[in-house]
């Protein structure tokens, strides 16, 4: 017994599938704080938050489940959107509301969203421009009385591409 703990062979590791060789470390781990029941399918969950690192995209939910299910293909659809809400509720990864349906972003940190109004592409919007202060979620508690008040800066705009849909669209139809 004590050859196989000096050994490290009394350790049953989950098996961590890389993606890619140039993806991020991942130093999220699945188990933390997480309750008994929902301590199972590390692994999948564990596929899942590498397929977000992994899409930088803003990827919404079903290009998660295609690029997981090309790597799984026992993976269900209510598993990566269980593991999905399970990351977000966690701050693992952030769930980004936009209409037309949420889409989910490997960077945490504060920072805005530009989504275009046409094709739906979701984008980072970065700079000191692109914040809110904490001191306007304190304002708008005390004005109005609500409480835990957060904020999700969204710009909306048109892409690149469908800018040049349109014009191509507008000199056909000149």
């Known amino acids: 017994m004590l050859n196989d703990i000096l050994e ?3 350790l049953r590791l989950p098996r961590v599938v890389p993606l890619h060789l140039d993806a991020p470390l991942c130093t999220f781990d699945p188990l933390e704080g997480m309750a008994s029941m929902q301590r199972r399918n590390t692994r999948q969950r564990q596929l899942v938050f590498e397929a977000v690192q992994h899409l930088r995209n803003h990827p919404t ?3 998660i489940y295609l690029y997981v299910r090309s790597i799984d293909s026992k993976i269900s659809r209510g598993t990566v959107y ?3 809400n399970l990351l977000s509720d966690q701050g693992a990864i952030l769930d980004v509301r936009v209409p037309g349906g949420d889409h989910f972003d490997f960077n945490t940190t504060e920072h805005a969203h530009l989504v275009c109004r046409e094709c739906g592409a979701v984008v980072d919007a970065l700079g000191p421009a692109c914040t809110v202060s904490e001191d ?3 304002h708008v508690e005390a004005q109005t009385g609500y409480s835990e008040v957060g904020h999700a800066l969204l710009f909306t705009g048109l892409c690149p591409a469908c800018q040049q849909k349109l014009q191509e669209s507008e000199e056909k139809s000149a």
Do not use: I, Q
């Open 82 to 84: 269980r593991n999905l």
């Open 136 to 138: 306007a979620d304190a």
């Open 61 to 63: 939910a079903d290009d």
């Open 8 to 10: 490290g062979n009394h």
